[in-house]
């Protein structure tokens, strides 16, 4: 009897075990204006598990023009409109879009601006941030934007940051500098890119 009662038991635990793994949430997935969204969290074991400060569909949509103006980036370095050379401005290869300029700035120094927005999947955006988390020279480039939801890789030496978002699919990339600009030119560079991009993820945050 007593047995019996034990085997009861074990039974009603392991029914119960079932009914709460059937009842999990499964991933949800949008998709708006070519953007894919997730409305679950990426699984923590990814570390992906910045707090979003807002919805960023636009800042990562497909676009048929440019995501910031020529006015706006003279905003950003302090320069007349004037000073900007348009050098592209249209679609580019990795279904995406390039705008790029020739800037002067006030001291007479050139240098160059250029965003362009590339197409990726939102799995391939989340394999590349694990990469540069996990790789021992990749994570020395890897930072939080000042927003702090959004991931900036800083490439070592060809002067752009990439922009990812763990819960959208494509990608940004900034060019802020040119290889021939001093070491002092491409810290002050370097800040603009930085500043740029705080400027992007600000306007289009919804």
Same mark, same amino acid.
């Given at each position: 009897? /007593?047995?019996?009662?034990?085997?009861?038991?074990v039974f009603?635990? @392991?029914?119960?075990?079932?009914? =709460?793994?059937? &009842?999990k #949430?499964?991933?949800?997935?949008t998709s708006?204006?070519?953007?894919?969204?997730?409305?679950?969290?990426?699984p923590?074991?990814?570390?992906?598990?910045l707090?979003?400060?807002?919805?960023y569909?636009?800042?990562?949509?497909s676009?048929?023009e440019?995501?910031?103006?020529?006015? /706006?980036?003279?905003?950003i370095?302090?320069i007349?409109?004037?000073? @900007?050379?348009?050098?592209?401005? =249209?679609?580019s &290869?990795? #279904?995406?879009?390039?705008c790029?300029?020739i800037?002067?700035l006030?001291?007479g120094?050139?240098?160059?601006?250029?965003?362009t927005l590339?197409?990726?999947?939102?799995?391939?955006?989340?394999s590349?941030?694990?990469?540069?988390q996990?790789?021992?020279?990749?994570?020395?480039?890897?930072?939080?934007?000042?927003?702090?939801?959004h991931?900036?890789w800083?490439?070592p030496?060809?002067g752009?940051?990439?922009l990812?978002?763990?819960?959208?699919?494509?990608?940004?990339k900034?060019q802020?500098?040119?290889?021939r600009n001093?070491?002092?030119q491409?810290?002050?560079?370097e800040?603009?890119g930085?500043?740029?991009?705080?400027?992007?993820?600000?306007?289009?945050?919804?």
């Amino acid at each position: 009897m /007593e047995s019996k009662k034990i085997s009861i038991i074990v039974f009603a635990l @392991l029914l119960c075990m079932g009914c =709460g793994q059937s &009842g999990k #949430k499964e991933k949800e997935t949008t998709s708006e204006n070519g953007v894919e969204t997730s409305l679950e969290e990426v699984p923590m074991g990814n570390k992906f598990d910045l707090e979003q400060k807002g919805d960023y569909t636009r800042l990562f949509a497909s676009s048929s023009e440019c995501k910031i103006t020529p006015e /706006e980036v003279a905003t950003i370095y302090g320069i007349p409109t004037g000073n @900007l050379v348009e050098i592209s401005n =249209g679609p580019s &290869g990795e #279904k995406g879009y390039i705008c790029s300029y020739i800037v002067t700035l006030n001291d007479g120094t050139e240098t160059m601006f250029g965003l362009t927005l590339f197409g990726r999947s939102m799995a391939d955006v989340q394999s590349e941030i694990s990469n540069w988390q996990t790789g021992t020279y990749e994570q020395k480039f890897l930072r939080i934007s000042n927003s702090g939801d959004h991931y900036i890789w800083k490439h070592p030496n060809q002067g752009y940051f990439i922009l990812y978002n763990p819960h959208y699919a494509n990608g940004i990339k900034i060019q802020y500098k040119t290889l021939r600009n001093t070491k002092e030119q491409r810290e002050y560079l370097e800040q603009k890119g930085i500043q740029a991009i705080d400027y992007l993820i600000e306007k289009y945050k919804s």
